[in-house]
C-alpha cells in the first residue's frame, strides 16, 4: 500500500446512493509520508521520508476521494487539496483544465 496523507473534511453533500453523511476523506501525496491526517487549516510537515518539496504561496495537488465508508460508492473524481504554504486551506474539485497545474 502506497503512504499518503488523508484530508479529512465534513462531506459536502450526502452520499447519493446511502445518504451517509460520514466525513469525506481526500488522500493525497505531499510532504511526510506518515499516513496522517489532517483537517482544513492545519500544516502538514517534512519530517522523515516525504513527497514534493516545501512551497511558499498558495498552490494545490492532486487529492484523490475515498469511497463512501458505508455503501462503497466510488465517484472516481479527483479533488484539487488547496495550500498557502505548509498550510491546508481547502479543497475544491478538479476540472481537466485545473490538472494541467499539477505537471511539477
Ligand atoms: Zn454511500
Redesign the pocket.
Known amino acids: 500500500m502506497g503512504l499518503y496523507s488523508r484530508l479529512v473534511v465534513p462531506r459536502p453533500l450526502p ?1 447519493p ?4 453523511q460520514t466525513d469525506l476523506v481526500i488522500q493525497f501525496h505531499f510532504g511526510s509520508k506518515r499516513m496522517q491526517n489532517f483537517s482544513t487549516g492545519s500544516a502538514i510537515d517534512w519530517s522523515g521520508r516525504t513527497e514534493g518539496s516545501p512551497r511558499s504561496g498558495r498552490f494545490g495537488v492532486v487529492g484523490y476521494p475515498e469511497p ?1 465508508p ?4 466510488d465517484d472516481d473524481t479527483l479533488c484539487v487539496v488547496e495550500f498557502d504554504g505548509d498550510e491546508i486551506v481547502g479543497y475544491r474539485a478538479a476540472t481537466e483544465e485545473g490538472m494541467r497545474e499539477f505537471e511539477w
Open positions: 452520499c446512493r446511502c445518504g451517509s463512501c458505508s455503501c462503497g460508492r
